[in-house]
């Protein structure tokens, strides 16, 4: 691996490492860097993931809710009424009895500390938010499920995230996806700034965030750089989830070029540099745009990683990651450690 050795990220790492948070100008370095010798940065994000989080590692899995049928029309989404595909155009509902054998396999793969349900659509209707507080009462009560419990039901009110909280969930999921200035080319039926009053809205409301963004989309990486900023800044999540798009077709992205392992993997880096001390989530395309360099993520800054596959496209089982996790010398752990 190379030795941080360019001017200016050598500094910036060593105040990241004293526990200062990188700036604007160290923003704009980064940046600079990425589009250069993205293994100057894989070897600083080393530095910093080691320093603040050793060699653990955590995962998460999920399962579907609700599937398909969305009134909105994000562009690279298969729910989306707007795509083309098997699950554009009309809803599914998972019997709450599918949900909870999800969580009890979740627990028995021995992989996954935590486990979301996910719902398509802009914002839950009561019904939904009662059938989801069904599921996570009958988690919550069975035996066989040990898993924290998270959710991504779109847009959702402070009330319905006291509910949600009083039911046992712990952490609320919802994407910003990419910078401000890049969001209104991909979705038209909702704003930025929707999102991130939904975002405080689950924070007033108890809940712990889960928020990060869809790379591969065309955005460049001043894109990039604004929504880690945009996240560090404004809305300090637990968690952040990077995705990498899968082009399915029939979507409005299905001819978009995917990105290549190396620059998925200059990604990850950037946001460990970037969010020193959080949890940052390899989760979709992993799979798909990494392929056998996918288990350079950890050493590229992945504190955690989505196991089990994913809503609309399948990925590696929770006993593959296992296996990937020990050959590269991490361990898997339920919570990550504080950060001191
Ligand atoms: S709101 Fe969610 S389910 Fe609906 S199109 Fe956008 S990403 Fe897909």
């Known amino acids: 691996m190379k030795t941080v050795g360019d001017r200016r990220l050598r500094p910036l790492v060593e105040r990241v490492l004293a526990g200062q948070p990188p700036d604007a100008a160290d923003a704009a370095a980064l940046a600079d860097l990425a589009r250069g010798d993205g293994a100057q940065l894989l070897a600083a ?54 949900v909870l054998a999800a969580a009890r396999r979740t627990t028995q793969a021995g992989a996954a500390g935590r486990f979301g349900i996910v719902n398509s659509g802009r914002r839950p209707t009561d019904a939904d938010i009662d059938a989801v507080i069904d599921a996570l009462d009958r988690i919550g ?30 952490r609320y999921h919802h994407n910003l996806e990419t910078s401000r200035e890049m969001f209104p080319h991909l979705v038209t039926g909702h704003t930025y700034d929707d999102r991130l009053a939904t975002l405080a809205a689950a924070r007033r409301g108890g809940l712990g965030l889960c928020c990060g963004g869809l790379f591969g989309l065309g955005e460049s990486w001043e894109d990039r750089i604004s929504l880690a900023l945009t996240l560090g800044d404004q809305v300090r999540p637990d968690c952040v989830p990077l995705n990498f798009l899968q082009p399915i ?66 990925g590696q089982s929770a006993a593959e990651d296992l296996k990937m996790v020990a050959e590269m010398g991490f361990n898997v752990v339920s919570e990550l450690p504080p950060v001191d």
């Open 141 to 170: 009560a069975d035996g066989s499920c040990d898993v924290r419990l998270c959710a991504s039901l779109g847009e959702i009110t402070e009330s319905q995230a006291r509910r949600l909280a009083a039911a046992g969930l712990d």
């Open 249 to 314: 077709p029939g979507t409005a992205m299905e001819n978009q070029p995917p990105l290549g392992p190396d620059e998925c993997l200059t990604i990850i880096a950037t946001f460990r540099l970037l969010l020193p001390t959080t949890d940052i989530k390899v989760a979709g395309g992993r799979e798909f745009c990494l392929g056998d360099q996918q288990h350079r993520i950890f050493h590229a800054g992945a504190t955690s990683c989505m196991t089990g596959g994913y809503l609309t496209t399948t």
């Open 45 to 98: 994000a080393w530095r910093v993931r080691e320093r603040f989080f050793g060699r653990a590692v955590r995962m998460c899995s999920i399962a579907a809710g609700k599937l398909g049928g969305c009134g909105e029309d994000c562009a690279w989404c298969a729910q989306s009424h707007r795509s083309d595909t098997q699950q554009g155009p009309r809803t599914v509902r998972t019997p709450v009895e599918d």
